[in-house]
């Protein structure tokens, strides 16, 4: 099913990046990427979509970085998240220790 928020927002980013549909055609090229300028106009008004590896390049030449919320899939998130030192630590250190990894998830109850 196709998602109508990805057109709006591939249109409104390429206008905020100040690129034209060629330019971004021409950039699309030089990732191997083959767009003519009807298909990117196809893909902002809807008709298709691009492939997800194709939306992840042009996410990375709008400045896109949160792809689920821009695309709509998700809510922003009000208030980031700041950790700790001791929190950034723990984080750390179960990404070091399988082990110590696989205790909390099941301390946790999140397996």
């Not at 206008?15 to 971004?24: G, T």
């Not at 899939?73 to 399988?98: F, G, H, N, V, W």
Request: proline share 4%; charged share 30%.
């Amino acid at each position: 099913m196709k998602n109508p928020k990805i057109a709006q927002m591939l249109k409104y980013h390429r206008k905020l990046s100040q690129l034209s549909v060629q330019e971004v055609s021409d950039i699309l090229k030089d990732h191997n990427i083959v767009a003519a300028p009807k298909t990117i106009y196809g893909w902002e008004n809807g008709q298709t979509q691009p492939n997800a590896d194709t939306l992840m390049v042009l996410c990375q030449l709008y400045h896109i970085e949160d792809a689920l919320y821009t695309f709509g899939y998700k809510e922003k998130q009000e208030e980031p998240i700041t950790l700790s030192k001791e929190e950034e630590q723990i984080i750390m250190a179960c990404r070091k220790d399988e082990e110590l990894r696989r205790v909390l998830i099941r301390l946790l109850n999140l397996s």
